[in-house]
């Protein structure tokens, strides 16, 4: 009289394979769980007993004991239910033994028995064909989602009787009973590509702003840190709006991490099994430390993990608390934010390219000596909101200006679809040096890298250290140069690094002097 | 104590300014006699005034403090030293005594003021240190504040020539107010000049101290050059002053869109000279006989900056219409500097600038203007101002760019013939 059903746990990005034991004996009637269970798990028992008695099954008057195991595990999540009311039904000899033996349930119950979707489905299902596990049992809103996982044959069910039937079944009448969902990842991902292309709005809508459309090119070939700085009206907004269309299509790879996280976060939308396009977030600055950065007793990922592989994108950065800015340091660094509460230490991906715009004093209109006042002892204040770490983070830094009405030049700028072409082969070259190395973008470069692949010749050796001198810059900021640098050699099709792409690429090192 | 200590402690009295001293001296001698004075001091003074400098002088060593302002290298002159400045003396009211650190103005030397607001533009930051420079390379003393912005700059700009400078503070000649201007301030100190001040030394910055200042730097001064300026601004006030003392005052024209140029141009409505060069403020010294045969006619590309830049466009455009091949046209633009022909000293967007340059017939790229400019700002040629705004700097060339332009006047006359 006993079961044992294979079910699944996501701690942080971690997702476990967990085993729900039932055991039916003989005793005072009563029905236990144990396993170090967060409470929605607790209350799971009287959702099973509910449910079974509205599908028709009555429990017996034993002793049954549930534990979940393995047992040091915190449990959290609705997702237990289903394998629990199953590994009863199996425990009474209601379904035939061995019917569920490698099979993957989850899903919530409802008290009339039907089955509810629930968060966390892509990496549970992921997890567990690593683990040799091809066929999971959830419930039909999350199917296509556990369907993603290569190798899972997944079933959406909808009631605790429909369960119950199709348990019952052979294996072969149970495909024809309800068929797996089958979903196409790279299909999917291509459409995703496709939809993107009509993605408004368009870079085209901006003429006149060259500079500032060639510096959004250059950021987002090598997936670099962007500060735009300029007056209201500027079009800095504008620019970071529409940065998401010419960004390098997520790769199978990414687009699978992304999907895991949203999932996690139960931002998968209705339907939605898979994130085919880079997230783009623009936290209000309001935000407060926890939901920019992760949190909460069972830490949850925050704004900063939401937009891992895409943009976060910063308006009016100085207006943010100094506190949450701060947050950044240690993601932009590591690409990764640890969170760690008193039920544990969980790490979330944060691979972001961190987008900020900001006015260049209080009023906004400096360096416009006709319509600012402000002092420098005011500006300082003002810019002294953002830390010098994370602006000595931001390899690229550009002016926005305001564009003159009557000197614009009319029509068509260069769209969106065009710059996209020269990312994508920025990012070809790219994939083709750094083959077989963890480097994915050029901003990924570690200091001890650059010699290897931002090599230089004698005559641009020369240049950069005279840039290096009369711009009076950091070691960190020639770095950052030569990052920079190298994406622009990319954009041009160049294997070198020529003079002229070290200096176009000092143009955007004017954020080391606002930190003075 | 000698005399000398005897006038210090008279500067350090409090409640006794410039004309309560006058009034002391006329009624009792020397500072000597008023020192040794008791009760007749109630005759001049009042009950409380009277008070309150013996309490002072209970707690005032002024000997001890005149030897320690000497261990600083600060020197005290009153009216009755023979090294008192002459310009001071020709005052209405003379400061009864300056302190000083370093030299003091010669009198025989010409001394300029170069006046203008802290918070100023890129144009009046190029305009103040290439008049500065000119200036002292022509043996003119720079007199000035010393305050952030215009005055300091000025005063920066005549060191780097070589040249001498006095700045006149608002507090004692001891601190270094702005604390930002902490190197000329040292590099003055160390023989470049002298630090001037009317206030005892300790005596901390206040607002109602800076009339009196700019009143002695308008008085040091043989005339005034005002370089930026709002139209209501500290620095029309030190104008005013210069007025009253009969000086000479001289304005940098500006646009007329530009806020910053508005106290320029209205002294120049109001009959203030024109500074278009530096000769124009030597000849008024009369250090050169006449005027330099230096072009005039054109003022710096004031109000009509886009025609300027139009014709600048079309010149180039004529240059380089011969050739036909436009790589070849853009190879020769690039190789020649010429993108310096389109930059300006007040700060051009690269959106702008390239504009500009295909307007005149050159395909350029972005990206080649960009590193261009960058390649200029190198040479020291241009500068980045901001992000993307890029301005032509280089001190003294702003005069040998003037002779040049005589050329393109001419030019520019001949269109309007045919007008």
């Given at each position: 009289?006993?079961?044992?059903?294979?079910?699944?746990?996501?701690?942080?990005m971690e997702?476990?394979?967990?085993?729900?034991e039932v055991d039916l004996s003989s005793?005072?009637p009563?029905?236990i769980?144990v396993?170090?269970?967060?409470r929605e798990v607790k209350?799971?028992g009287e959702r099973?007993?509910?449910?079974?008695?509205?599908t028709g099954?009555?429990?017996?008057?034993?002793?049954?004991s549930v534990n979940?195991?393995?047992?040091?595990l915190?449990?959290v999540?609705t997702?237990y239910?289903l394998?629990?009311?199953v590994g009863?039904l199996?425990a009474?000899e209601?379904?035939?033994r061995?019917?569920?033996?490698?099979m993957l349930?989850?899903?919530e119950?409802?008290l009339?028995?039907?089955?509810?979707?629930?968060k966390?489905v892509l990496?549970?299902a992921?997890?567990a064909?690593?683990?040799?596990?091809?066929?999971?049992?959830?419930?039909?809103?999350?199917?296509?989602?556990?369907?993603?996982?290569?190798?899972?044959?997944?079933?959406?069910?909808?009631?605790?009787?429909?369960?119950i039937d199709?348990l019952?079944?052979?294996r072969?009448e149970?495909?024809?009973?309800?068929?797996p969902g089958?979903?196409?990842v790279?299909?999917l991902?291509r459409e995703?590509?496709?939809?993107?292309?009509?993605?408004?709005?368009?870079?085209?809508e901006?003429?006149?702003?060259?500079?500032?459309?060639r510096?959004?090119l250059i950021?987002?070939a090598?997936f670099?840190h962007?500060?735009?700085?300029?007056?209201?009206?500027?079009?800095?907004t504008?620019?970071?709006?529409?940065?998401p269309?010419?960004?390098p299509?997520?790769t199978?790879?990414?687009?699978?991490?992304?999907s895991?996280?949203?999932?996690i976060?139960?931002?998968?939308?209705?339907?939605?099994?898979?994130?085919?396009?880079?997230?783009?977030?623009?936290?209000?600055?309001?935000?407060?430390?926890?939901?920019?950065?992760g949190g909460?007793?069972?830490?949850?990922p925050g704004?900063?993990?939401?937009?891992?592989r895409?943009?976060?994108?910063?308006?009016?950065?100085?207006?943010f608390k100094?506190?949450t800015?701060?947050?950044?340091?240690?993601?932009?660094?590591?690409?990764?934010?640890?969170?760690?509460?008193s039920?544990?230490?969980?790490?979330y991906p944060?691979?972001v390219?961190l987008?900020g715009?900001?006015?260049p004093c209080?009023?906004?209109?400096?360096?416009?000596?006709n319509?600012?006042r402000?002092?420098?002892?005011?500006r300082?204040?003002?810019?002294?909101?953002i830390s010098?770490?994370?602006l000595?983070?931001m390899?690229?830094c550009?002016?926005a200006?305001?564009p003159?009405?009557?000197?614009v030049?009319r029509?068509?700028g260069?769209t969106?679809?065009?710059?996209?072409?020269?990312v994508e082969?920025?990012?070809?070259?790219?994939?083709?040096?750094?083959?077989?190395?963890?480097?994915?973008f050029?901003?990924?470069?570690?200091?001890g890298?650059?010699?290897?692949?931002?090599?230089l010749g004698?005559?641009?050796?020369e240049?950069?250290?005279?840039l290096?001198?009369k711009?009076?810059?950091?070691?960190?900021?020639?770095h950052?140069l030569?990052?920079?640098?190298?994406?622009?050699?990319?954009?041009?099709?160049?294997e070198?690094?020529?003079?002229?792409?070290l200096?176009e690429a000092?143009?955007y090192?004017?954020g080391?002097?606002?930190e003075? | 104590?000698?005399?000398?200590?005897y006038?210090?402690?008279l500067?350090?009295?409090?409640?006794?300014?410039?004309?309560?001293?006058d009034?002391?001296l006329?009624a009792f001698?020397?500072p000597?006699?008023?020192?040794l004075?008791?009760?007749e001091?109630?005759?001049?003074l009042?009950?409380?005034?009277?008070e309150?400098i013996?309490d002072?002088?209970?707690?005032?060593?002024?000997?001890?403090?005149?030897?320690?302002?000497?261990k600083?290298?600060?020197s005290?002159?009153?009216?009755e030293?023979?090294?008192?400045p002459?310009?001071l003396?020709?005052?209405?009211?003379?400061?009864?005594?300056?302190?000083?650190l370093?030299k003091?103005?010669?009198?025989?030397?010409p001394?300029?003021?170069?006046?203008?607001?802290r918070?100023c533009?890129?144009?009046?930051?190029?305009?103040?240190?290439?008049?500065?420079?000119?200036?002292?390379?022509?043996?003119?003393?720079v007199?000035?504040g010393m305050a952030?912005?215009?005055?300091?700059l000025?005063?920066?700009?005549a060191l780097k020539?070589g040249?001498?400078?006095?700045?006149?503070?608002?507090?004692?000649a001891d601190?270094?107010?702005p604390?930002?201007?902490?190197?000329?301030y040292?590099?003055?100190v160390?023989g470049g000049?002298?630090?001037?001040?009317?206030f005892?030394?300790?005596t901390?910055?206040?607002k109602?101290q800076?009339?009196?200042?700019?009143r002695?730097?308008?008085g040091?001064?043989?005339?005034v050059?005002?370089?930026?300026?709002?139209q209501k601004?500290g620095?029309?006030?030190t104008?005013?002053?210069?007025?009253?003392q009969?000086?000479n005052?001289?304005?940098?024209?500006?646009?007329?869109?530009?806020?910053l140029?508005?106290?320029?141009n209205?002294l120049?409505r109001q009959?203030?000279?024109i500074a278009?060069?530096?000769?124009?403020l030597?000849?008024e010294?009369?250090l050169l006989?006449?005027?330099?045969a230096?072009?005039?006619?054109?003022a710096?590309q004031?109000a009509?900056?886009?025609?300027?830049a139009?014709?600048?466009?079309?010149?180039s455009?004529?240059?380089?219409?011969?050739r036909?091949?436009?790589?070849?046209?853009?190879?020769s633009f690039?190789?020649?500097?010429m993108?310096?022909?389109?930059?300006d000293?007040?700060?051009?967007?690269?959106?702008?600038?390239l504009?500009?340059?295909?307007a005149?017939?050159?395909?350029?790229?972005l990206?080649?203007?960009?590193?261009?400019?960058i390649?200029?700002?190198?040479?020291g040629?241009?500068?980045?101002?901001g992000?993307?705004?890029?301005?032509r700097?280089?001190?003294?060339e702003l005069?040998?760019?003037?002779?040049?332009?005589?050329?393109?006047?001419?030019?520019?006359?001949?269109?309007e013939?045919g007008l």
């Amino acid at each position: 009289m006993f079961s044992s059903i294979i079910t699944g746990a996501v701690y942080g990005m971690e997702s476990h394979l967990v085993r729900a034991e039932v055991d039916l004996s003989s005793g005072l009637p009563c029905f236990i769980m144990v396993g170090s269970l967060g409470r929605e798990v607790k209350e799971s028992g009287e959702r099973v007993r509910i449910a079974l008695k509205n599908t028709g099954i009555s429990l017996p008057p034993m002793h049954i004991s549930v534990n979940l195991s393995p047992a040091d595990l915190k449990k959290v999540g609705t997702g237990y239910d289903l394998p629990i009311a199953v590994g009863v039904l199996t425990a009474m000899e209601k379904l035939p033994r061995g019917c569920t033996e490698g099979m993957l349930i989850l899903g919530e119950l409802g008290l009339n028995g039907e089955i509810k979707g629930i968060k966390g489905v892509l990496p549970v299902a992921l997890n567990a064909v690593r683990a040799g596990i091809t066929r999971c049992l959830v419930p039909e809103e999350n199917a296509r989602e556990a369907a993603v996982a290569e190798g899972m044959e997944a079933v959406g069910v909808s009631s605790l009787s429909q369960v119950i039937d199709y348990l019952r079944l052979s294996r072969k009448e149970q495909n024809r009973y309800l068929p797996p969902g089958k979903v196409d990842v790279d299909a999917l991902l291509r459409e995703g590509r496709e939809k993107e292309g009509e993605r408004r709005p368009d870079f085209g809508e901006i003429t006149g702003q060259e500079s500032l459309k060639r510096a959004a090119l250059i950021a987002a070939a090598g997936f670099h840190h962007l500060l735009i700085m300029g007056p209201p009206g500027s079009g800095k907004t504008m620019l970071a709006k529409r940065l998401p269309t010419i960004l390098p299509a997520l790769t199978k790879e990414e687009s699978l991490e992304v999907s895991a996280l949203y999932s996690i976060a139960g931002r998968l939308g209705a339907g939605e099994c898979l994130v085919t396009s880079r997230p783009f977030l623009s936290p209000h600055h309001t935000v407060s430390p926890q939901a920019f950065s992760g949190g909460g007793q069972i830490p949850r990922p925050g704004i900063v993990s939401l937009a891992h592989r895409g943009i976060l994108f910063l308006d009016e950065m100085p207006e943010f608390k100094r506190q949450t800015l701060d947050l950044l340091r240690q993601p932009l660094e590591s690409k990764e934010i640890q969170i760690a509460r008193s039920n544990g230490c969980v790490t979330y991906p944060a691979d972001v390219m961190l987008v900020g715009a900001l006015n260049p004093c209080p009023c906004g209109y400096y360096p416009d000596r006709n319509r600012c006042r402000c002092t420098p002892f005011e500006r300082h204040n003002y810019l002294s909101h953002i830390s010098g770490p994370i602006l000595d983070r931001m390899d690229l830094c550009i002016e926005a200006q305001r564009p003159d009405l009557f000197r614009v030049e009319r029509g068509q700028g260069e769209t969106s679809a065009k710059m996209r072409r020269k990312v994508e082969q920025a990012r070809r070259k790219q994939e083709e040096r750094y083959r077989g190395t963890k480097i994915r973008f050029n901003s990924d470069l570690e200091s001890g890298e650059l010699d290897e692949y931002c090599a230089l010749g004698e005559k641009e050796r020369e240049i950069l250290e005279k840039l290096f001198q009369k711009m009076d810059l950091s070691m960190r900021a020639c770095h950052r140069l030569l990052k920079v640098a190298r994406t622009i050699a990319d954009l041009e099709g160049s294997e070198r690094i020529l003079s002229g792409h070290l200096a176009e690429a000092a143009v955007y090192r004017m954020g080391d002097k606002l930190e003075q | 104590m000698d005399e000398r200590q005897y006038r210090f402690w008279l500067h350090q009295l409090p409640g006794v300014g410039d004309r309560t001293a006058d009034r002391l001296l006329a009624a009792f001698g020397s500072p000597k006699a008023v020192c040794l004075a008791k009760d007749e001091l109630k005759k001049v003074l009042g009950e409380k005034a009277v008070e309150r400098i013996m309490d002072f002088n209970k707690n005032f060593d002024a000997q001890r403090a005149y030897e320690q302002m000497l261990k600083r290298k600060i020197s005290f002159y009153t009216r009755e030293d023979e090294d008192y400045p002459e310009r001071l003396r020709k005052l209405s009211y003379p400061p009864y005594g300056l302190y000083c650190l370093g030299k003091l103005p010669k009198d025989s030397h010409p001394a300029a003021a170069i006046i203008g607001a802290r918070e100023c533009s890129e144009y009046g930051r190029y305009v103040a240190k290439a008049f500065g420079g000119e200036l002292a390379k022509a043996g003119v003393a720079v007199i000035s504040g010393m305050a952030r912005g215009i005055d300091g700059l000025g005063q920066q700009a005549a060191l780097k020539q070589g040249g001498e400078t006095y700045a006149v503070l608002g507090c004692g000649a001891d601190i270094c107010y702005p604390a930002s201007n902490k190197a000329l301030y040292q590099e003055i100190v160390d023989g470049g000049g002298g630090i001037l001040s009317v206030f005892p030394p300790g005596t901390p910055p206040a607002k109602r101290q800076f009339p009196e200042r700019n009143r002695i730097v308008a008085g040091l001064s043989d005339l005034v050059l005002v370089v930026e300026a709002r139209q209501k601004s500290g620095t029309l006030i030190t104008v005013d002053m210069a007025l009253e003392q009969g000086k000479n005052v001289y304005a940098v024209p500006g646009r007329l869109t530009d806020r910053l140029s508005d106290g320029c141009n209205l002294l120049i409505r109001q009959g203030a000279g024109i500074a278009l060069t530096p000769g124009d403020l030597l000849a008024e010294l009369e250090l050169l006989g006449n005027r330099k045969a230096i072009g005039t006619a054109k003022a710096p590309q004031a109000a009509g900056s886009e025609e300027t830049a139009e014709t600048e466009a079309d010149l180039s455009r004529e240059n380089l219409s011969q050739r036909d091949n436009s790589a070849e046209k853009k190879a020769s633009f690039l190789k020649g500097g010429m993108i310096l022909e389109f930059l300006d000293s007040y700060p051009k967007s690269a959106d702008e600038l390239l504009a500009k340059i295909r307007a005149a017939g050159i395909s350029l790229e972005l990206p080649e203007l960009l590193s261009g400019l960058i390649g200029l700002c190198m040479e020291g040629k241009a500068a980045q101002a901001g992000g993307s705004c890029f301005f032509r700097c280089g001190e003294p060339e702003l005069f040998a760019e003037r002779q040049k332009n005589q050329y393109n006047d001419k030019k520019k006359g001949k269109g309007e013939e045919g007008l």
